[in-house]
């Protein structure tokens, strides 16, 4: 692929669309033109009284800015690591939720909704990387730790943690169950500054590295010997590539709630779009990550008077696209 398409898929078509998704909303959609005014007015590079509609001014900057760039931050997050757990483990059907990242965190919302000891974000995040922490340890068989037992382990501490996040649906009152149901669902109509701060740190942190290391991954999924072979010690990548995608999986979780799917198909789109080459296709999550999370989330502020929670759309749209690649072999499973 040329560098000019590359440019226009992983930079202006994201860059356009985020400007686009500041425009889209279920209270009242603005023009482009009126966007860049506005933003020249909040900037003090343009003086005009007409413009100065403090409702609209507090839309724009302190509503949609933030879910905006937190949608991007999450989608990057989770197709990267989606990206960087499938190089990992070799299996084209590992994301970031196999290892039980997804049950853990939301058991720990879940908690901190019932008992408010700690915030659901810091809760969601710390029983998040538990979840993992146990994972590796159940498929810890003293020597070494197998993909297969990690993810079989996965899948057990994950039935784990949803078994006690029923349990505690059950223990809710009326109001906590729905909040904690509306939570797992994934939610992005909550975004906000704080929560913008709060994933930020962690989730760029966490790209940085897994760009840092995009060459790496080639080595690791063409196996363990052949890493060796180079130089490259396979187990210490492998945990700091793993932990890594912990990191940011749940801090997108804790900020978001539990995307479903996500995490599994755009690595698949990206590589069908850009091969399978790392130094590109981590790149490529990243775009296409945070710019198919951005469309998703206009479709589902502008589709309907009501916001229906971002996890829902992700299942609707994601479940027949990963069909489709699955039944036109697109994604080489066989080869």
């Not at 509609?53 to 989770?78: C, E, H, K, M, Y």
């Not at 939301?106 to 000891?117: K, Q, V």
């Not at 990548?237 to 599994?264: E, H, P, R």
Request: aromatic share 10%.
């Amino acid at each position: 692929m040329g560098r000019l398409k590359i440019i226009v898929l992983l930079v202006i078509v994201p860059v356009l669309l985020f400007v686009l998704s500041l425009t889209i909303g279920s209270t009242q959609n603005i023009s482009v033109i009126e966007l860049f005014q506005r933003m020249a007015i909040q900037l003090g590079f343009l003086q005009d009284p007409t413009l100065q509609d403090g409702s609209l001014n507090t839309i724009l900057w302190q509503v949609r800015l933030p879910r905006v760039l937190l949608t991007f931050l999450v989608g990057a997050a989770l197709a990267s690591s989606g990206g960087v757990l499938q190089s990992i483990f070799r299996n084209p059907i590992v994301d970031p939720f196999t290892l039980g990242i997804s049950s853990g965190s939301a058991f720990g919302a879940a908690l901190a909704m019932l008992f408010p000891i700690m915030s659901v974000n810091l809760s969601a995040f710390i029983f998040g990387v538990c979840a993992v922490g146990l994972t590796y340890l159940v498929s810890y068989s003293g020597v070494r730790t197998s993909i297969v037992g990690m993810v079989l382990a996965g899948m057990v501490i994950s039935g784990v943690f949803t078994a006690l996040l029923t349990l505690l649906q059950y223990m809710s009152d009326p109001y906590k169950l729905q909040a904690i149901i509306q939570w797992t669902m994934g939610n992005l109509h909550t975004a906000s500054w704080s929560k913008v701060y709060t994933a930020i740190g962690p989730i760029a942190i966490g790209l940085f590295v897994i760009v840092l290391y995009r060459w790496k991954l080639n080595l690791l999924s063409l196996g363990d010997q052949e890493a060796l072979a180079v130089g490259v010690n396979p187990k210490i990548i492998k945990l700091v590539l793993i932990a890594v995608a912990t990191m940011i999986t749940a801090a997108s979780v804790a900020a978001v709630g539990v995307i479903s799917l996500f995490g599994l198909i755009v690595p698949h789109i990206s590589r069908m779009i850009f091969g399978p080459n790392n130094n590109i296709s981590v790149w490529a999550n990243i775009s296409i990550g945070g710019t198919f999370l951005l469309l998703i989330d206009d479709f589902s502020r502008a589709v309907m008077p009501f916001e229906i929670p971002i996890g829902v759309f992700t299942m609707i749209i994601g479940a027949p696209l990963f069909i489709y690649l699955m039944r036109r072999n697109a994604m080489n499973w066989n080869s």
